[in-house]
Nanobody, 125 residues
């Protein structure tokens, strides 16, 4: 059984930084594509960044490019999202997701089979 558990969400002021973590268990971690999504109230779930666990290749949404960095620690089976220069529009529930296949860019949320419970990020101006 695949389990994903996010942590690290908090309330910060604009311009601040946060690092989200996603602890993964229950599968062959190195064969997966993993991603961070976010969803603000009243909005659709949006793909933020993804990484191929084996190769480390990454892809970012334009809205976060240059500010967010996705990474992984294979020894710890943990996915990270370093978020810098945060803006009020980054306020959302952030989710990590995994799928047992490669990803082209950031695929839509419905192709990801495994999800965490989410962690809230709130950025005030």
């Amino acid at each position: 059984q695949v389990q994903l558990v996010e942590s690290g969400g908090a309330s910060v002021q604009a311009g601040g930084s946060l690092r989200l973590s996603c602890a993964a268990s229950g599968y062959t971690y190195s064969r997966y594509c993993m991603a961070w999504f976010r969803q603000a109230p009243g909005k659709e779930r949006e793909g933020v960044a993804r990484i191929h666990i084996g190769s480390g290749s990454t892809y970012y949404a334009d809205s976060v490019k240059g500010r967010f960095t996705i990474s992984r620690d294979n020894a710890k089976n943990t996915l990270y999202l370093q978020m810098n220069s945060l803006k009020p529009e980054d306020t959302a529930m952030y989710y990590c997701a995994a799928r047992t296949d490669y990803c082209v860019h950031i695929p839509p949320s419905y192709v990801f089979a495994y999800w965490g419970q989410g962690t809230q990020v709130t950025v005030s101006s």
